[in-house]
């Protein structure tokens, strides 16, 4: 039954998986995410100093500087999360010009003037919202840029553009090319912008966002997030990274968490639960699939080889790596760690996501570096039940993965016992070969 179905991932699922990791506006997005983080932890941080009068009280000089200066202390969020979707578009337009061997200034330049022409909006007094240049335009920016970028690529395949004599520098002719090219663009943006305002009487950010509403609504819901934390260990288990699916994901938990920096920031209590920060602290708590269990039953296996594997393992498990136990054990396409790693390490994945739904632990607002298990929980949220969450992930893990690491052992035992006799038997052999063909006559 287990060789049917691996048979099914690798002839259906492992192809798609490999697409999408190679195509080339997937990959733009995902590393245009990644490139965010720096954001995400900055941004984070200005909120940590807002906190310290309420835990110190407000009658002291540190608490009163900090009140004093709140718009200081806030200019790094509003100069950088609070912009995330307008950096967004102009990487994910660096990258693919990159791809496709373009002008990396002119793409840049034109993925981010298609952006602002979909996201500015402008107060009655005519100063400049910032409301979609946020995370809420996230997929504005995605959009607008990927257009730009294959509308400045389709330009350059038809030559629509303007030749300047090889005596004029490169830098100047570069900036004549750019012109029929900013036209076409412009234009585009220009009519996109129009039929949004004037036709459907809305911003076109936020076309985007009642267009993913579903999918953001639904990763709002702790079955639909543990669905996914089983899916991404199934595509571990078949050797099929992750990653593949956070240029779905990623755009939604960096909005999710944006948002609760902005409600705990006027006062209120943050509500989305599913932020890259959980994702990785409670998500990947150890590694995906929650394996720490395993590599504890290693340290104390009679397997001599899987007492290897768990020494090697311990230090990266610590950190939430697990690509040692899981290709060293292994877990990777062996039937026996099946059960545990795909259905157990999804559902102990998502535990602390149902106590943060369910109002039993706060919401993330950080995202922390990798600083190591319990402590990274901790600073997602500063709030010690995450570290009882942690604690019942761990327990869990070692419990859930005890019967299939015995019954691996066993099995890893007989094969080490068979090799042992197969070597005593190969050196007996050859030390009577040897006897024989001694003359031991005096």
Same mark, same amino acid.
């Given at each position: 039954?287990? *060789?049917?179905?691996?048979?099914?991932?690798?002839?259906?699922?492992?192809?798609?998986?490999?697409?999408?990791?190679?195509?080339?506006?997937?990959?733009?997005?995902?590393?245009?995410?990644?490139?965010?983080?720096?954001?995400l932890i900055i941004g984070s941080f200005c909120l940590i100093p807002e906190a310290i009068p309420n835990m110190i009280g407000e009658n002291n000089v540190v608490s009163q500087w900090i009140l004093a200066n709140l718009d200081i202390i806030y200019i790094p969020y509003n100069v950088g999360m609070?912009? @995330?979707?307008?950096?967004?578009? +102009?990487?994910?337009?660096?990258?693919?010009?990159?791809?496709?061997? #373009? /002008?990396?200034?002119?793409?840049?330049? @034109?993925? %981010?003037?298609?952006?602002?022409?979909? !996201?500015? /909006?402008?107060?009655?007094?005519?100063?400049?919202?910032?409301?979609?240049?946020?995370?809420?335009?996230?997929?504005?920016?995605?959009? !607008?840029?990927?257009?730009?970028?294959?509308?400045?690529?389709?330009?350059?395949?038809? *030559?629509?553009?303007?030749?300047? &004599?090889?005596?004029? &520098?490169?830098?100047?002719?570069?900036?004549?090319?750019?012109? &029929?090219?900013?036209?076409?663009?412009?234009?585009?943006?220009?009519?996109?912008? =129009?039929?949004?305002?004037?036709?459907?009487?809305?911003?076109?950010?936020?076309?985007?966002?009642?267009?993913?509403?579903? #999918?953001?609504?639904?990763?709002?819901?702790?079955?639909?997030?543990?669905?996914?934390?089983?899916?991404?260990?199934?595509?571990?288990?078949?050797?099929?990274?992750?990653? %593949?699916?956070?240029?779905?994901?990623?755009?939604?938990?960096?909005?999710?968490?944006?948002?609760?920096?902005?409600?705990?920031?006027?006062?209120?209590?943050?509500?989305?639960?599913?932020?890259?920060?959980?994702?990785?602290?409670? +998500?990947?708590?150890?590694?995906?699939? =929650?394996?720490?269990?395993?590599?504890?039953?290693?340290?104390?296996?009679?397997?001599?080889?899987?007492?290897?594997?768990?020494?090697?393992?311990?230090?990266?498990?610590?950190?939430?790596?697990?690509?040692?136990?899981?290709?060293?054990?292994?877990?990777?396409?062996?039937?026996?760690?099946?059960?545990?790693?795909?259905?157990?390490?999804?559902?102990? +994945?998502?535990?602390?996501?149902?106590?943060?739904?369910?109002?039993?632990?706060?919401?993330?607002?950080?995202? &922390?570096?990798?600083?190591?298990?319990?402590?990274?929980?901790?600073?997602?949220?500063?709030?010690? @039940?995450?570290?009882?969450?942690? +604690?019942i992930q761990l327990v869990l893990s070692i419990l859930i993965w005890y019967p299939f690491f015995k019954l691996y052992e066993k099995r890893e035992l007989e094969k080490e016992s068979e090799y042992e006799a197969e070597k005593q038997s190969a050196i007996s052999a050859e030390d009577e070969a040897?006897? *024989?063909?001694? /003359?031991?006559?005096?």
């Open positions: 039954m287990f *060789n049917s179905f691996e048979a099914f991932m690798n002839k259906y699922l492992t192809p798609i998986a490999n697409k999408m990791d190679k195509q080339v506006h997937l990959s733009a997005v995902k590393k245009a995410m990644v490139a965010m983080t720096p954001l609070a912009l @995330m979707s307008l950096y967004v578009a +102009g990487v994910i337009a660096y990258h693919l010009a990159n791809s496709y061997k #373009l /002008d990396v200034p002119g793409t840049f330049s @034109m993925a %981010v003037i298609a952006f602002l022409m979909m !996201a500015v /909006d402008y107060t009655e007094d005519g100063g400049i919202m910032t409301t979609y240049l946020g995370p809420k335009g996230l997929f504005a920016a995605m959009f !607008a840029s990927i257009i730009a970028v294959e509308l400045y690529r389709w330009c350059k395949k038809k *030559n629509f553009t303007i030749k300047m &004599p090889e005596s004029v &520098p490169d830098f100047v002719s570069r900036s004549f090319e750019m012109i &029929p090219i900013s036209v076409i663009v412009i234009g585009f943006f220009l009519i996109v912008r =129009i039929v949004c305002v004037n036709v459907l009487n809305t911003m076109p950010p936020m076309i985007f966002t009642n267009l993913f509403a579903p #999918l953001i609504g639904s990763l709002d819901n702790p079955f639909a997030v543990t669905f996914l934390q089983i899916l991404r260990c199934l595509l571990f288990f078949f050797g099929i990274h992750p990653s %593949v699916l956070s240029p779905i994901t990623s755009p939604v938990t960096t909005q999710f968490l944006a948002e609760n920096i902005a409600n705990v920031k006027v006062g209120m209590e943050a509500v989305h639960f599913l932020t890259p920060g959980v994702e990785s602290a409670f +998500g990947n708590f150890t590694g995906t699939g =929650i394996t720490f269990g395993l590599v504890f039953w290693c340290l104390l296996s009679k397997s001599k080889a899987q007492k290897q594997v768990g020494r090697v393992a311990l230090i990266p498990a610590l950190f939430g790596i697990n690509e040692p136990i899981l290709f060293g054990a292994p877990i990777v396409l062996n039937p026996i760690f099946f059960i545990p790693y795909v259905i157990c390490g999804g559902i102990i +994945g998502t535990i602390p996501h149902w106590m943060m739904y369910l109002g039993w632990v706060k919401c993330s607002t950080f995202t &922390p570096p990798y600083v190591g298990v319990f402590l990274e929980g901790y600073l997602t949220n500063f709030d010690y @039940m995450s570290l009882v969450a942690n +604690g040897l006897l *024989n063909d001694l /003359d031991l006559d005096f």
